[in-house]
């Protein structure tokens, strides 16, 4: 059973444009979130971290948490064609959480 | 900065043979993960460990076992190859306190014939 489910699996963005993406857990101990990004045949990187309610900003990347929901959003405003990604979200129970579980990903590709 | 560096890069073996990856950090980092990903898809936690000889299950580890001898060192063994099973295997230490932020070695893609 999925703890971590995002949404959606997979979105074409025009460049330019922004990308809106979505991840919950159906989990209610698990409640710290990552958002990771993973170029083709490369590693995840980690790209926003957000354990608080409310919104985090880092250049063109904003992500939000909403706790009582469980639910984290990512948005890229600006979108380039080397944002086209895997993009994974991550969590982990907030006290004393070693295990990371990880979503299905949903696939990023920013057209010219 | 530190580095996990993942052996082999490429494994293929037979169906029921026993196979063993490894990985290694220098970032002295105490937590250490094993994860499967399947066609670029998300990653599942097989095994992780918060200490040297520490051995945590994840959700996927049945037909794995895993070993933590030194802290920077976790070896993960498939104990009966599947036909025809294909995936990456990625290892991660993770950074204590601030982000805690996972970082992955560049991982292991094990095909079996």
């Known amino acids: 059973q999925q703890k971590v489910q995002q949404s959606p699996e997979s979105l074409i963005v025009p460049e330019g ?6 991840c919950t857990s159906s989990d209610r101990n698990v409640d710290y979130f990552w958002w990771y990004r993973q170029h083709s045949g490369k590693s995840p990187k ?9 919104e985090k900003e880092e250049g063109r990347f904003t ?12 948005h ?23 295990a990371l579980i990880f979503g299905t990903g949903t696939t990023v590709s920013v057209s010219p | 900065g530190g580095i996990i560096t993942q052996t082999p ?7 029921g043979q026993k196979l063993t990856l ?15 990903q399947d066609s670029g898809k998300g990653l599942r936690l097989i095994y992780y460990s918060i200490t040297e000889n520490d051995l945590q299950k994840g959700d996927l580890s049945e037909g794995y076992d895993a070993s933590r001898e030194k802290k920077s ?17 990625l290892c991660a230490s993770r950074s204590p ?13 094990l095909s079996v014939l």
């Open chain 1, 46 to 54: 980690m790209l926003m971290s957000i354990f608080s309610n409310g």
């Open chain 2, 97 to 109: 306190g601030g982000q805690n932020t996972l970082y992955f070695g560049a991982g292991t893609r």
């Open chain 1, 63 to 74: 992500v939000h948490l909403n706790k009582a929901s469980l639910h984290t959003s990512l």
């Open chain 2, 22 to 36: 490894k990985c290694q950090q220098n970032f002295n980092h105490d937590t250490m993960y094993w994860y499967r």
């Open chain 1, 76 to 98: 890229i405003r600006d979108s380039q064609p080397s944002d086209s990604a895997l993009y994974l979200c991550a969590a982990s129970k907030s006290q004393g959480g070693r």
């Open chain 2, 9 to 15: 890069k490429f494994l293929i073996g037979q169906e």
């Open chain 2, 73 to 89: 060192s976790f070896s993960l063994t498939v104990t009966s190859a599947q036909k025809n099973e294909m995936a990456v295997f």
């Open chain 1, 17 to 22: 444009g922004m990308a809106s993406l979505n």
